[in-house]
């Protein structure tokens, strides 16, 4: 019901187009799919992912012959779920984390402002409600607002968290959060690194440093590398995404403000075009406004 609050601007956005697209139409026809294809666009599913989307459609209208507007629905659903599936993992439907990994080392990277540190601050409630021991780590060091704020998700959430003060290095948090974390028996820890986007040399230098000195506390850390996108910012998004998994190997993605949009659709797209599966998303500015992302119920909640 969260997932169906944070969607709804989207939702909207999408049917009222869907529905002024075919009105008066019985039948799926080149001038449908063009208004189709725009939609898709404007709701930031992107250009390479809707015309995979569009020809999907063309296939199936080839192969039927004839297509009712009032399938569209339907098939849309089908064709986008087809779609997370090759690319998605997208199945899990509660918070979690593997249990073979003692502690669990989740590095957090992303642009200053798009919701990194509530992203974590929500992440480290969920686990902690699941009973889990878990520790973090200010290692945005950049700014003394990325600490603070991280410090006031801490006192929230009530986790340990390990800082130390503006301008130090990043790797020495990172090493020393691993170690209180190995000390203190945490089952996960969580990283938060690298909020500037500096150039692209300097990301990944900094970016290899702290894994390297993350390797020396825990061999085989971080075990994810979670890259948050902010979903309102369309392009932007896209953009970060490319830059960071340029960097550094990006495993799972966090797409958040997805209530504060109507665009939705970047979730379908940045999954589909960087083959990493969204694994949150964020939809409020509250503790609870985090979901696990399950394409299903995703796809679910748009076409309801
Ligand atoms: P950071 O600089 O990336 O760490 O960003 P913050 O975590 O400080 O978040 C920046 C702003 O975005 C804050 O005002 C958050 O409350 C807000 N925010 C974060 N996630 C969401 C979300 O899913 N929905 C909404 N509406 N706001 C969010």
Do not use: C
Request: aromatic fraction near 6%; proline fraction near 2%.
């Amino acid at each position: 019901q969260t997932l169906d609050k944070g969607l709804e601007k989207s939702k909207t956005n999408f049917f009222s187009k869907l529905s002024k697209a075919v009105a008066g139409k019985s039948k799926v026809d080149d001038d449908v799919l063009d208004d189709l294809e725009e939609i898709l666009i404007t709701s930031d599913v992107g250009v390479k992912t809707t015309i995979k989307i569009i020809e999907r459609i063309e296939n199936r209208v080839a192969k039927e012959k004839y297509l009712g507007t009032d399938e569209l629905n339907q098939i849309l659903r089908e064709e986008i779920a087809g779609l997370l599936s090759e690319t998605n993992v997208g199945e899990a439907t509660d918070f979690d984390i593997p249990k073979d990994k003692k502690p669990y080392v989740l590095m957090v990277v992303g642009v200053n402002g798009v919701g990194k540190t509530t992203t974590i601050g929500k992440l480290a409630y969920q686990l902690k409600n699941k009973g889990l021991n878990v520790v973090l780590g200010a290692a945005d060091t950049f700014r003394a607002a990325a600490i603070d704020q991280l410090q006031v998700w801490a006192d929230r959430v009530d986790v340990p968290i390990v800082k130390q003060e503006m301008g130090s290095d990043p790797a020495s948090v990172a090493f020393d959060t691993l170690q209180s974390g190995v000390n203190q028996n945490a089952d996960v820890i969580i990283i938060d690194t690298a909020g500037r986007l500096h150039n692209k040399i300097n990301l990944m230098n900094e970016l290899t440093k702290v894994k390297r000195v993350m390797q020396k506390v825990i061999g085989d850390a971080p075990h994810d590398v979670l890259l948050v996108l902010d979903g309102s910012t369309g392009q932007n998004a896209f953009e970060q995404a490319k830059q960071f998994t340029a960097a550094t190997e990006v495993t799972s993605l966090a797409v958040t403000k997805l209530d504060g949009t109507a665009k939705g659709g970047v979730v379908i797209g940045i999954s589909d075009q960087f083959k990493i599966p969204v694994k949150y998303i964020g939809v409020g500015e509250g503790i609870e406004d985090l979901q696990v992302f399950n394409k299903y119920e995703f796809v679910d909640s748009f076409f309801k």
